[in-house]
């Protein structure tokens, strides 16, 4: 309980200090903020996707977990319900649509996801950009499966699984991929590892790739990493949406800035 009541905590302060459209000088974060972060239409797709999480948590399966990263505040046995499991490890709507405009927006075509769950995530940036291909890498054979039933209960055939864990999937993914234009880093909430994966993303990275780490603010440790992600050298901005964060490459940002916005 003490984790959770430090994380709402900071998400007050957060809340209460975080900046606006009006706070942001930059004219493409300016452009991101009202395109993206400030778009509120619905397209039917997100309906869809919506639909399948209410079958989700309504469903009584149950799968045998191996858990591969830092756990879960709320889940630790391993044998978990589905709705356990949709529950608390999917994104909520609102970030996984926001994943959905991004892509819309940027039209990345070489995705890559750390951590699949049950596959929401997955399914918004699929439908996102379907002519491009989503790779996302699962650790858990019977969580990936069941994802697999989700995407194909949603037609959607762009979408690569690779079961294992991350840090041997990942190296020989990377070998095969040209390049990185969107990454999505959910899977393993401790620092080291994710500092891992994003040195190792950083070979496939360009001027026009986005990065983006979830539970950036989950415990200090996870903290120390975002911190250190903004400091690298190769990054030229970051977006603190507390939940997540958005970290971009491009070299027209001439002086290292970092925004934290409401989302």
């Keep these: 309980m003490g984790l959770q009541w430090e994380l709402a905590k900071k998400y007050l ?3 209460f200090t ?4 009006h706070d942001v000088h930059s004219p493409f974060v300016f452009d991101l903020v009202e395109k993206v972060l400030r778009d509120k239409k619905k397209p039917a797709t997100f309906r869809e996707i919506e639909q399948l ?3 989700l948590l309504r469903s009584t399966e149950t799968l045998q977990v191996t ?3 830092a756990g879960s505040l709320t889940n630790a046995g391993r044998e978990r319900k589905v709705s356990d499991i949709t529950r608390h490890a999917a994104k909520p709507p609102k970030f996984g649509q926001l994943f959905y405009r991004l892509i819309q927006y940027f039209q990345p075509e070489y995705l890559l996801e750390l951590g699949t769950s049950m596959g929401m995530s997955t399914a918004y940036m699929a439908k996102a950009a379907p002519s491009a291909t989503v790779h996302t890498i699962e650790g858990c054979p019977n969580i990936a499966a069941r994802a697999g039933r989700n995407f194909e209960a949603l037609q959607l055939h762009n979408i690569k699984q690779h079961v294992g864990n991350f840090d041997t999937v990942l190296p020989a993914l990377l070998q095969e991929l040209p390049r990185l234009d969107y990454v999505y880093i959910d899977g393993n909430h401790r620092s080291a590892p994710t500092l891992n994966y994003f040195e190792q993303c950083l070979s496939k990275v360009h001027d026009e790739s986005l990065f983006i780490f ?8 996870m903290e120390t990493a975002w911190h250190t992600i903004q400091q690298h050298p ?3 901005f970051t977006v603190d949406l507390f939940f997540i964060g958005l970290v971009f490459f ?13 989302y």
């Design 250 to 262: 491009r070299p027209d940002m001439k002086v290292k800035q970092h925004f934290i916005l409401k």
């Design 67 to 69: 858990d591969l990263g």
């Design 234 to 236: 190769k990054v030229t």
């Design 18 to 21: 975080a900046g606006n459209r």
């Design 13 to 15: 302060h957060y809340y």
């Design 53 to 55: 999480r209410k079958s």
């Design 214 to 221: 979830d539970d950036i603010h989950w415990t200090p440790d």
